[in-house]
């Protein structure tokens, strides 16, 4: 973190969180859909993108890295590897699949209008705040099943460079890209109004990680705030029950910032502490830019007539969001955009279970969304 | 026939989650193939998501339609069938 000031973190992060949701609106940069799509189309033009992110964002690191300019690496509210990341992938992957996108892509859907995100919004809430009636048992188990308590990340486990590992990762994936490039798979033609081309949402989004490293000491993250909103909601109606709760009580972060001396501490309990002003700002952000994006193309759509299946579907899907980034200590966010590209351990293995969760999740929604649909016959 | 005297299936997905926009328009297809291949009817959909404009013209053309996409007020319509990518008069 390069500043204590509050101030100034509320306003940085917000600016951050503005660009992310315009640029993904813009290309409908959804992460649920690119996994998803993978098992239900076989289809795997947008995940593309989200490799080509991760794959930036690993050189950005790494570069900042060697510049000297990451005194926090790996970065804080980082574990050791645990099998608990791996189930806590694996519901996540189902809940995002069944909510129609992850915990940001919520966000920007709500920005335009999506009452289902909305709704989706409300389950991850509800499931934020059920994980913490569950979290000492699950973080007992999340203790008894790591795996190696020496190393955060592959290199440290491994006992090699970073700059090694991740340029034996990025040069074959670079060639990857200029060989996609010359078979011209980086353009998408759409006909949508002001489409972004997702390649460059990409790129931003990868600015952006780097960018909230640089100013917070660590990447963009959001769910331990929709924890803290869970708490708050809950306060006004339980306040004895949350303030006993052993997981809205708990500091999970408390470190001071080795460049700035800046005080960094946060829980997931209702309190306007740092995490809360890295975090709030950023989902406040991308619900806004998406929003001025759909009233900039005069896109913003408000419908409630929808199928209630649907309605209980993300509700339940959101439920799982909720419940797995406490169960996984973070989201697909926190683990593919930040974790991921310092390879770190916690969110390889968040990865592994997040497939087979989207390969589940991808069922059941086929199943739950073949028994529609609202057509009409009508003559000219 | 001509453009004018297709019958019209209209499908309104707008608000709905993703990607029932496209499972829907697919399912759509093979149901009224058809009709839609010998021209008797069009099938219009009308949505608000992004990516269904983009994916759901792709589909249709793979699967040997040609397609149409045209804004209308804050939502896009996608015509699926034996049509002109320009549209008719009115």
Known sequence: MITGNLFFLYAANFILGLMAGFFMHRSDYCVAGMFRDIFLFRR???????????????????????????????????????????AGGFLFGIGMVLAGGCVVGTLYRIGAGN???IV??????AGSALYAEMHPWWSRLAKNA??????????????????????????????????WRRRNLWRRSSVADGYIQPGQTALVLAGISLLSYLLNGMPIGVTTTYAKMAA???????????????????????????????????????????????????IAGIVLGSLLSALHLRELTLRTRLPSRQYAMVLAGGLLLGLASRMASGCNIWHLMGGLPILALQSLLFLAGLLPGCWLGSSILARALSQRPLSSMSAP | MSEKQQHIIAIDMRGQVCPACLLVAMDSMNKNRNALQNGSARLCITTDNREAITTIPSTARNMGYSTRVMKKASFYEICIGIISPEGVEP
């Open chain 1, 120 to 125: 989706a919004l409300v389950g991850i809430l």
């Open chain 1, 115 to 117: 009452v289902l995100s």
């Open chain 1, 44 to 86: 795997a033009t947008m995940l593309r993108f989200l490799f080509l992110q991760i794959i930036v964002t690993m050189v950005f690191f790494e570069l900042a890295r060697r510049a000297g300019l990451l005194s926090l690496y790996p970065f804080p509210l980082l574990g050791p590897p645990t099998l608990t990341a791996l």
């Open chain 1, 146 to 179: 790591i795996l190696t308590r020496d190393a955060i990340t592959l290199p440290q486990l491994l006992g090699l460079s970073p700059t090694i590992l991740i340029g034996l990762i990025t040069v074959p994936a670079i060639l990857l890209f200029l060989h």
């Open chain 1, 232 to 282: 708050m909601i809950e306060h006004i109606i339980a306040p004895d029950h949350v303030d006993h709760s052993a997981y809205f009580s708990a500091r999970s972060l408390d470190i001071i910032h080795p460049d700035s001396g800046a005080h960094l501490a946060g829980s997931g309990g209702p309190y306007l502490d740092t995490i809360w002003a890295i975090q709030f700002p950023v």
